[in-house]
């Protein structure tokens, strides 16, 4: 089978927009039992208001970029979502995601309400690991603690709510550190990179994605095809062009983020390569 202009465009942008995020492990800590006790009249993080009962959450994907966070409580008072606070996928293929933004929801009052009051924000986040598919609006998560591996993230992502700047370079920067990517030459990242692309291109699920985007070729006449010389090339072609973008962007987009933020890249193979 020959391939197409059309095809080929198609290719290199299905390439393009699936440069999404994967799951890095997080390991949920337990929530202690306890009897719900009311919201208090002062600040209270997301995650604590959850884990004693002082309000329901609920967490729904938007995309790459956005959560929906939806809060139900009895009682006034206010609940933070700290930058950094872990929302973590209830599918083992979906990413997990931080908080980018500290936010505050206000519930008024000074008396506990007759029914639940529920306030809804859509909050910015990152992806912590490249290399899981990036949420939608049929993903939910739950809040959860994370743990200590995760404190360079965070930090990193209360600089950067403070540096500010497009999602796309602060995102670059969070996967510096959340694949320590920092610690890998850049061959080394570009090699992770190329290879995720060619089995998302080549897999079972990709091979679907294609043929919806492509009209004229089927699911099945692609399958047939994806292991010739011909396809693999393309994808091949596809995949280094891409990944040649992603790391430029990491050398000149997140290298100022990461700095600012002081990071030490004097001992940075990737930076030094």
Known sequence: MKFSLPFLIVMFCFLSSCSSCRQQHVEQQPSPTATPTPTPAGPVTLVDAQETGGATIRVTGVDVAK????VSSMRP????IPVGTVFSSNAADTQTMIAAESVQLMFAGTQAYAAPQIQTIDIEVYCINRFLEA???DSSFVVVRGGGELDPVWRLAACLEKEGGDHYSRQLAIWMTSDNFIN????????????HAMDLLTSDEGIKQLAKAIPDVSEEQLREIRDTPEFRNIVSDAAAKEVE?????YKTKARGLLEKCGADLSASKFFAS
């Not at 973008?245 to 962007?249: P, T």
């Open 67 to 70: 959560m929906h966070v939806e």
């Open 77 to 80: 008072g206010t609940i933070v």
């Open 135 to 137: 949420p939608n609006t």
């Open 184 to 195: 890998m030459t850049d061959g080394e990242v570009r090699e992770k990179l190329r290879s």
């Open 245 to 249: 973008k992603e790391i430029d962007a």
